[in-house]
């Protein structure tokens, strides 16, 4: 199966458009199916019951994004992770990424049919000297900057694990309705993630080295593409 699947990973086909993310997402299922890989149904869950987001969705659009099913492993929810998420992106919450990529990918369309919000301080100019003077990160300055907000914020860390160290730090401050927590990387990526996974904060966490921007912004998409028409 394996091999016939190679086969035609090399061949070209013609495809509509409008098509491709349908058919990329059949070809996900399939090799999910082949490697044995049996995602998660809430639907049976009585603690998430009336909640209409699925950790499916989610895990399959990273993988989408990535091509890198080692997702369906290491994409760790916390238990009110899918209800938090509902609750916050249905109450029109900011949404904080830690990068202008992140910020980039996010699906605005849909943020606008929730009456959410993306922000992302990182490029400020007042940060970049804070966190000169300071000797920090300017994630570090961004995350504590989002004290000063007055509506509920789920995060959306890709890149940088000084975030997740910020914002796990200040968390009494901050109250953070939900922590995106991908970063990618070698240095404090792992222990910042689990700093977050240890922390009673509700959180969508990347187990590992893996993630990225791309990642963090996939995950925002996947859960609002499941409160919306898009």
């Given amino acids: ?14 495809i509509k458009p409008d098509e491709i993310e349908t058919k990329s ?11 044995g890989i049996v995602l998660p149904l809430e639907a049976s869950d009585k603690a998430h019951d009336g909640c209409r ?10 993988i989408h994004t990535t091509a890198d099913f080692d997702y369906a492993d290491n994409l760790l929810f916390s238990d009110d992770a899918l209800i938090r998420a509902e609750k ?11 990068t202008n990529m992140a ?9 606008d049919k929730l009456g959410a919000e993306c922000i992302c301080y990182m490029a400020d100019e007042d940060v970049a000297r804070e966190a000169a003077v300071r000797g920090v990160t300017r994630a570090t300055v961004s ?3 989002t004290i000063e907000l007055d509506r509920p914020v789920i995060y959306a860390v890709g890149n940088a694990p000084t975030a ?7 968390r009494l401050k901050l109250r953070p309705g939900l ?3 991908v970063p990618v990387g070698f240095v404090n990526v792992v222990a910042a993630k689990e700093l977050i996974i240890s922390s009673d904060i509700p959180y969508i966490v990347a187990r590992g080295r893996k993630g990225g921007s791309n990642v963090a912004a996939a995950i925002v998409n996947a859960l609002m593409y499941q409160l919306t028409d898009r």
């Fill in 53 to 62: 987001i699925r950790r499916a969705p989610v895990i399959k659009r990273v």
């Fill in 1 to 14: 199966m394996m091999e016939r699947k190679e086969q035609m990973d090399r061949e070209l086909i013609y």
């Fill in 143 to 145: 995350m504590e900057r």
């Fill in 164 to 170: 997740l160290v910020s914002i796990y730090e200040n």
């Fill in 88 to 98: 916050l992106l249905m109450s029109g919450c900011v949404i904080v990424t830690d």
């Fill in 179 to 181: 922590v995106i927590g």
């Fill in 25 to 35: 997402f059949k070809i996900i299922d399939e090799e999910l199916a082949m490697r």
């Fill in 103 to 111: 910020y980039a990918g996010i699906n605005k369309k849909a943020l």
